[in-house]
């Protein structure tokens, strides 16, 4: 698929004149005469291959997939400038409301719509196609100041992040009695958050289960901002963030059964950073993606850029195999 290529035709202008040699008179000027009729000036153009594309493209929803959904669109609009492709942030729960009231083409989300969400856009007749965009790993973060916390396990961050933890696992040396006594801070997603879902429910065995005394945020520089403030202070988010502050934070290794585990590109594509590595989704509109020639044009190129896209964004970019599907799951919509 590709997005719609504009050709321009130029014409040319030619004229041939010919010259008559005048009688043997030193004075007399040259006089030009044309030996034969010259053609037009000017031509119309031809027609273009296709007429520039225009109009809107609503795009919402998860923090985390908001600015690769950017980059998408900066480089569309590099070649589309006739298009007006906006990105909000309210947080995947967020962006399947707007979606599901039929106010978005585009649903941005960090998890898989839920069972209740997707029933509410079938209620109103939404019908969409789901695409698995990029890759990403959830990133445990800690002060650059932090010593102790190398690596975590999956069970100490239960221990923190635990619903029966509020109010009691207020230290360090709580988590672990070799870690010092330093006061323990709080950061990471909202609860509208695909990444709050996601993370509660690999690390605390269900989604939304969670300790409430933490300062919860749609934007995850107001983690990274508090993390860096604080010697004991622990937070989570999406992978990219954490590749594109390495100066005022840092990132921890997890250990979720089978040793320390950075979180990489190659460790979240090739399955062993677990349980924190995850796809992330768009969920187009089927309606818009027919009747919207804009909406088309950039989901079918953002999808055929995905890999580009995606590395010049800092997240994991897709498999061959995560490709194909994509692939076959736009053709399918019709």
């Not at 509660?200 to 403030?229: F, K, L």
């Not at 090739?270 to 509109?285: E, H």
């Amino acid at each position: 698929m590709t997005v719609r290529e504009r050709t321009n035709t130029v014409n040319t202008k030619s004229s041939i004149a010919g010259v008559a040699a005048a009688a043997a008179v030193a004075a007399l000027l040259l006089a030009g005469c044309s030996s034969q009729p010259a053609p037009s000036s000017s031509s119309a153009p031809s027609e273009p291959a296709s007429a520039a594309l225009s109009g809107a493209v609503a795009a919402d929803g998860s923090s985390t997939v908001g600015p690769l959904a950017e980059a998408a669109a900066d480089q569309f609009r590099s070649i589309e400038s006739g298009v007006q492709v906006t990105v909000g942030i309210s947080g995947t729960g967020g962006g399947f409301k707007t979606f599901c009231a039929g106010e978005t083409d585009i649903s941005n989300a960090s998890r898989p719509i839920k069972d209740e969400e997707a029933q509410t856009c079938a209620d109103a007749g939404i019908e969409f196609t789901e695409i698995v965009i990029a890759n990403d790993g959830l990133s445990v973060v800690v002060n650059p100041e932090n010593d102790w916390a190398q690596c975590l396990t999956v069970e100490q961050l239960h221990t923190i992040w635990a619903p029966e933890s509020e109010g009691v696992i207020t230290n360090w040396n709580q988590v672990d009695p070799s870690f010092p006594d330093v006061p323990l801070t709080l950061y990471g997603a909202g609860t509208d958050s695909g990444t709050f879902d996601y993370f509660t429910g690999e690390i605390n065995g269900e989604e939304g289960a969670s300790r409430t005394d933490y300062s919860p945020t749609e934007d995850d520089n107001v983690t990274i901002q508090g993390v860096s403030g604080e010697l004991g202070a622990l937070g989570y988010f999406g992978l990219s963030y954490l590749e594109e502050n390495p100066d005022v934070i840092k990132g921890v290794e997890i250990d979720g059964g089978d040793g320390c585990v950075f979180p990489t590109t190659e460790t979240v594509q090739d399955g062993t950073y677990t349980p924190l590595g995850r796809p992330l989704f768009i969920y187009v509109a089927n309606a818009s993606y027919a009747d919207k020639p804009q909406v088309k044009a950039f989901v079918d190129y953002w999808v055929e850029n995905a890999v580009a896209t995606a590395e010049a964004a800092l997240y994991v970019p897709l498999t061959a195999e995560q490709i194909t599907t994509a692939q076959e799951e736009l053709a399918s919509i019709g």
